[in-house]
Nanobody, 124 residues
Framework: QVHLAESAGGLVPAGGSLRLSCAASGRAFSTYGMGWFSQAPGKEREFVASISWSGEYRKYANSVKGRFIISRDNAENTVYLQMNSLKPEDTAVYYC?????????????????WGQGAQVTVSS
């Protein structure tokens, strides 16, 4: 069992930056692939980024490539999402998630555990 808790999101002006963190409790965090997903009002949950158990493999949605960075600290049981050059269309609730697929995954159905979500609002 893994419990995930995201940091608070926030209100950020367009072009600004924000870092989300997700602290995990439970056993064997370092064996899980981790991911971030977003969900805007009226839209389906979308893949943002994923990272393998070792941090070696990272995947990004095309919409955030070059702007967002996913990282993890297995000693601290924490995964991060650094969001730069934010745009109003990035406004959404952001969820971190853990999967037994050690390489991480783009598919939300492969994730076993989810955080409660963090609201990120980007003003124009």
């Amino acid at each position: 069992q893994v419990h995930l808790a995201e940091s608070a999101g926030g209100l950020v002006p367009a072009g600004g930056s924000l870092r989300l963190s997700c602290a995990a409790s439970g056993r064997a965090f370092s064996t899980y692939g981790m991911g971030w997903f977003s969900q805007a009002p009226g839209k389906e949950r979308e893949f943002v980024a994923s990272i393998s158990w070792s941090g070696e493999y990272r995947k990004y949605a095309n919409s955030v490539k070059g702007r967002f960075i996913i990282s993890r600290d297995n000693a601290e049981n924490t995964v991060y999402l650094q969001m730069n050059s934010l745009k109003p269309e990035d406004t959404a609730v952001y969820y971190c998630a853990a999967t037994r697929n050690r390489d991480g995954s783009m598919w939300w159905v492969e994730y076993d555990y989810w955080g409660q979500g963090a609201q990120v609002t980007v003003s124009s």
